[in-house]
């Protein structure tokens, strides 16, 4: 995403001042720098990034998802309120790698989220319209940094596409938040087996007036049912619990279970073992987005590329040797 023309470019040392003094407006033209696809304002950047860097990873890192109708928005909108109410500064980030098909799912989100949005102590921002998974992941991690760097000690990130973003989500934060309705069927039903893998809490959402015996029926099949799964943490069983966004029941104690886990995490090393392989990982996924786009881009392939394709299509040659060529035309024997 470019950076408006009208907005004066600032220096490096106004990006680092404005988002370390938690000036809002310099903290939203830092996250536009980070978003721009321009190669220049890339490399300023990681620069931007990298005087920041000390002074981030001290925020609490949540993730969350939910399936279609569960009430996503609503949810962060009211846990977010009573954080900023008890001393917290809360960002709000989403990845949304179906927002170009959607056309503003994310507005519609940010405007069921008036009260956070008006906080002061608060801070939601869209992810960058269109483009793939791995490149709104990328934004989305580099704007959570800015974020910390500005002093947000919770950053709470939204998945709004479906599909494989709930495991981009999972491998960018500390604790991830399944959100999960009662009283629509089978409550296991078609609820993917990898998805309750990457939960570290289930919550069953509208949990109140006549739904509230349901909500408390799914919470025993859930709990029976992570029984089968394999934990993300060998040191964590993660709790499924019921709260309603509506009257504010059960986020209290849901965010001490938040709480209670960065606490055993961070006590015996998994934490910061934890972000570390994230981190790696994130590395490596760069690496191979630069290797993807190098070989695209390749003057050699990008020749041979409509032959190599025709053949595969028409079955001359197998997938195997057409990979085995383009490589070759890109260097690799």
């Given at each position: 995403?470019?950076?408006?023309?009208?907005?004066?470019?600032?220096?490096?040392?106004?990006?680092?001042?404005?988002?370390?003094?938690?000036?809002?407006?310099?903290?939203?033209?830092?996250?536009?720098?980070?978003?721009?696809?321009?190669?220049?304002?890339?490399?300023?950047?990681?620069?931007?990034?990298?005087?920041?860097?000390?002074?981030?990873?001290?925020?609490?890192?949540?993730?969350?998802?939910?399936v279609?109708?569960?009430g996503?928005?609503?949810?962060?909108?009211?846990?977010?309120?009573?954080?900023?109410?008890?001393?917290?500064?809360?960002?709000?980030?989403?990845?949304?790698?179906?927002?170009?098909?959607?056309?503003?799912?994310?507005?519609?989100?940010?405007?069921?989220?008036?009260?956070?949005?008006?906080?002061?102590?608060?801070?939601?921002?869209?992810?960058?319209?269109?483009?793939?998974?791995?490149?709104?992941?990328?934004?989305?991690?580099?704007?959570m940094?800015?974020?910390?760097?500005?002093?947000?000690?919770?950053?709470?990130?939204?998945?709004?596409?479906?599909?494989?973003?709930?495991?981009?989500?999972?491998?960018?934060?500390?604790?991830?938040l399944?959100?999960?309705?009662?009283?629509?069927?089978?409550?296991?039903?078609g609820?993917?087996?990898?998805?309750l893998?990457?939960?570290?809490?289930?919550?069953?959402?509208?949990?109140?007036?006549?739904?509230?015996?349901?909500?408390?029926?799914?919470?025993?099949?859930?709990?029976?049912?992570?029984?089968?799964?394999?934990?993300?943490s060998?040191?964590?069983?993660?709790p499924?619990?019921?709260?309603?966004?509506?009257?504010?029941?059960?986020?209290?104690?849901?965010?001490?279970?938040v709480?209670?886990?960065?606490?055993?995490?961070?006590?015996?090393?998994?934490?910061?073992?934890?972000?570390?392989?994230?981190?790696?990982?994130?590395?490596?996924?760069?690496?191979e987005?630069?290797?993807?786009?190098?070989?695209?881009?390749h003057?050699?392939?990008?020749?041979?590329?409509?032959?190599?394709?025709?053949?595969?299509a028409?079955?001359?040659?197998?997938?195997?040797?057409?990979?085995?060529?383009?490589?070759?035309?890109?260097?690799i024997?």
């Amino acid at each position: 995403m470019p950076l408006h023309r009208s907005r004066r470019q600032l220096s490096l040392d106004q990006y680092v001042d404005g988002v370390l003094a938690s000036d809002r407006t310099t903290l939203g033209q830092a996250i536009t720098l980070v978003e721009s696809e321009n190669a220049q304002h890339q490399q300023q950047a990681q620069q931007l990034l990298l005087r920041l860097l000390p002074h981030t990873g001290n925020a609490n890192r949540v993730g969350i998802t939910g399936v279609p109708g569960v009430g996503k928005s609503t949810f962060i909108d009211a846990l977010g309120v009573r954080l900023t109410a008890s001393g917290h500064k809360v960002a709000v980030l989403a990845v949304d790698p179906s927002s170009r098909v959607s056309g503003g799912s994310i507005l519609g989100d940010k405007t069921r989220m008036g009260t956070l949005v008006n906080d002061q102590r608060a801070f939601v921002r869209p992810s960058p319209s269109g483009g793939s998974l791995g490149g709104v992941a990328r934004k989305t991690r580099e704007s959570m940094l800015v974020c910390e760097a500005a002093g947000f000690d919770v950053i709470v990130v939204e998945t709004v596409g479906v599909g494989q973003s709930e495991t981009a989500v999972a491998e960018m934060v500390d604790f991830f938040l399944v959100l999960m309705l009662a009283g629509a069927g089978d409550e296991l039903q078609g609820i993917k087996r990898g998805l309750l893998e990457l939960a570290d809490m289930i919550a069953i959402t509208k949990a109140d007036g006549d739904n509230l015996k349901n909500a408390n029926r799914a919470r025993r099949e859930y709990t029976t049912a992570l029984q089968l799964m394999r934990a993300s943490s060998p040191h964590w069983k993660p709790p499924v619990q019921i709260c309603s966004a509506r009257d504010s029941s059960g986020l209290d104690p849901l965010w001490e279970q938040v709480e209670r886990h960065r606490d055993i995490l961070r006590g015996n090393g998994e934490l910061q073992q934890r972000r570390q392989r994230q981190l790696r990982a994130w590395m490596w996924s760069l690496v191979e987005d630069g290797l993807l786009r190098a070989l695209h881009e390749h003057p050699q392939v990008c020749a041979r590329l409509p032959a190599v394709e025709a053949a595969v299509a028409e079955r001359r040659t197998t997938p195997g040797l057409a990979a085995r060529e383009l490589l070759s035309a890109f260097g690799i024997k």
